[in-house]
């Protein structure tokens, strides 16, 4: 549906823009907000390292469980 063609579009954007810090954000919240957290996860592993002194890029992957 409509989150499918979501994510696919955030997908093709960071094929282009790999470091942009919005379209990260945006798969970390459709993919948590899905239910999906390993995916979820990963979009908070590549926040907080492209922006690791990003202190709401850690917060995420803490919300996720992940270390810190």
């Known amino acids: 549906g ?3 063609a979501a994510l696919a579009e955030i ?3 960071l ?7 919005d379209l990260l954000n945006a ?3 459709f993919r948590r907000d899905s ?3 390993a995916a979820a996860r990963r979009y908070a592993e ?3 390292e492209r922006y690791p002194d990003d ?3 850690q ?6 469980g992940g270390a810190h």
């Open 55 to 57: 202190p709401d890029a």
């Open 59 to 64: 917060q995420l992957k803490r919300e996720l």
């Open 46 to 48: 590549r926040l907080v």
């Open 35 to 37: 239910g999906d957290v």
């Open 27 to 29: 798969g970390f919240t």
């Open 11 to 13: 997908e093709r954007a």
């Open 15 to 21: 094929a282009r823009e790999p470091d942009n810090r």
């Open 2 to 4: 409509k989150t499918a």
